[in-house]
């Protein structure tokens, strides 16, 4: 088959990265693999949409560093093709690195990522499903009983009200946003900083205020879900801890945070059990939960990461098994051609 992974652009991904990881995979399996960025889709006056590629030569690959050399060579001379020799789009970029030098590009996944599902490519995660959750407001829609009191507002007497309602202090973070950038922890609304704080974490958004979960001091808990299911292979759950730098309270790897093995819990599981119904209907097909004590602190749908140091971790090859699951759906795609649903086949 032949898999495209849309990202943010090439030139910002990394060896490192689970996209790197899942597109390593996806060669050693013998796929076509071609990597997409935000301005290469056309749609033409026939209504025929093609998609200008880097093309991954046919290679072993043994490490993540060759591929990604091989890309970015790749990159210098892209090729174009018709939408329909494309057999799965794997939306793979953060929306908020372009929100604000390149709004343009922060919704093309979404948009053509749309076309190209109406034109038969499996597309993953569903770019409807995607379309709501473009900001941190996706959590709120999930269950109650999974999720820290939020107060979302730009109003700073509001949020300062909040603060002083919730005595273990709560997390300050900006609505749209990623990689831990303007996070704060308020312990009380008589704090000196509190205006400085706000003006950093909003800029000319809305601002989360969340209520501090006092389990997240020693970092939350990764866990992967794959159609809708927590991730397994060889009996090792996809899940990691993040923990935080020595003062800061962000676990986010690229924050300072590490990650250490962890013993999934029945807790977490069932809130993996209490989010599945809606993130099936939604067509996430994989997802990673960030929880800390029994709250879901965050639903990363875009581009969950730490693949590649799972594997690393458990020796537990996770990317296979990822890629393993599109060929599945696209051997459903060709028995059922497009009666079925792109938001139901992502999930199945």
């Not at 329909?84 to 093309?108: H, K, M, Q, Y």
């Not at 609505?175 to 000319?204: R, Y």
């Not at 599945?276 to 581009?303: C, H, Q, W, Y």
């Not at 393993?324 to 051609?337: C, D, F, I, M």
Request: proline share 5%.
């Amino acid at each position: 088959m032949r898999i495209a992974f849309f990202v943010n652009s090439i030139e910002s991904e990394t060896p490192g990265y689970t996209t790197t990881t899942l597109a390593q995979a996806a060669v050693q399996r013998g796929h076509s693999v071609v990597y997409v960025e935000p301005g290469d889709f056309i749609l033409r006056p026939d209504d025929n949409l093609a998609v200008s590629v880097a093309v991954l030569p046919n290679a072993p690959y043994r490490t993540t560093d060759k591929l990604y050399a091989a890309l970015k060579d790749a990159a210098k001379q892209k090729k174009t093709f018709p939408t329909g020799e494309v057999d799965i789009l794997f939306l793979r970029n953060d929306p908020s690195l372009d929100a604000t030098d390149r709004p343009w590009a922060a919704n093309a996944g979404v948009m053509f990522g749309r076309l190209a599902a109406e034109r038969g490519v499996v597309v993953v995660n569903d770019p409807d499903g995607l379309a709501q959750a473009q900001s941190k407001l996706y959590l709120q829609t999930f269950p109650e009983a999974v999720r820290p009191a939020t107060l979302i507002s730009r109003s700073i007497v509001e949020i300062r009200a909040f603060i002083d309602k919730n005595a273990k202090g709560c997390i300050v973070k900006p609505l749209q946003g990623s990689g831990g950038k303007n996070v704060f922890h308020i312990a009380t609304p008589a704090d000196s900083n509190l205006n400085q704080i706000f003006e950093a974490a909003s800029g000319d958004g809305y601002l989360i205020a969340q209520v501090y979960i006092p389990e997240a001091k020693a970092g939350d808990v990764r866990l992967f879900l794959m159609n809708g299911l927590p991730l397994m292979r060889d009996g090792n759950y996809a899940a990691f801890r993040r923990v935080p730098a020595k003062g800061d309270v962000r676990s986010n790897i690229h924050a300072a945070g590490t990650a250490r093995k962890v013993k999934v819990t029945d807790t977490m599981l069932r809130i993996a059990e209490m989010v599945r119904p809606k993130l099936v209907s939604d067509g996430m097909f994989l997802v990673g939960l960030d929880i800390a004590g029994d709250k879901l602190l965050e639903i990363n749908v875009f581009t969950p990461g730490g693949l590649s140091r799972l594997a690393d971790m458990y020796k537990t090859d996770f990317a296979t098994h990822v890629i393993v699951a599109l060929e599945e759906k696209l051997t459903l795609r060709r028995a059922y051609g497009k009666t079925m649903p792109n938001s139901r086949l992502a999930t199945l």
